[in-house]
């Protein structure tokens, strides 16, 4: 079993940045792969971002070129920053990880392990 408590959600304005971080603990053999998904009211949660441990990373074509995850492996700690923020990208921001990796990381049915969500809030 693994724990994954996410932080550093807010509000900020749009062209605005964020950190988001997700502190892994446990059995952390399930963090193989990892992953930051979102959810907006009334939408399906969505894959962002996923790293792999050899550090490839998979990119949602909305935030290419704006978002970034990396994992400190030493920390067991997942990080996602957003910048340039968009009012779309106002949801709440999940981190999942799991023990195998999928040919669709992106895929949250892909993941077995949660987070609780940390809310981003993205002001016009």
């Known amino acids: 079993q693994v724990q994954l408590v996410e932080s550093g959600g807010g509000s900020v304005q749009a062209g605005g940045s964020l950190r988001l971080s997700c502190a892994a603990s446990?059995?952390?053999?399930?963090?193989?792969?990892m992953g930051w998904f979102r959810q907006a009211p009334g939408k399906e949660r969505e894959g962002v971002a996923a790293?792999?441990?050899?550090?490839?990373?998979t990119y949602a074509d909305s935030v290419k070129g704006r978002f970034t995850i990396s994992k400190d492996n030493a920390k067991n700690t997942l990080y996602l920053q957003m910048n340039n923020l968009k009012p779309e990208d106002t949801a709440m921001y999940y981190c999942?990880?799991?023990?195998?990796?999928?040919?669709?990381?992106?895929?949250?049915?892909?993941?077995?392990?949660w987070g609780q969500g940390t809310q981003v809030t993205v002001s016009s």
């Open positions: 446990g059995y952390t053999y399930s963090t193989i792969c």
């Open positions: 999942a990880s799991d023990s195998m990796c999928s040919v669709q990381p992106l895929a949250p049915e892909m993941y077995n392990y």
């Open positions: 790293i792999e441990n050899d550090g490839s990373t």
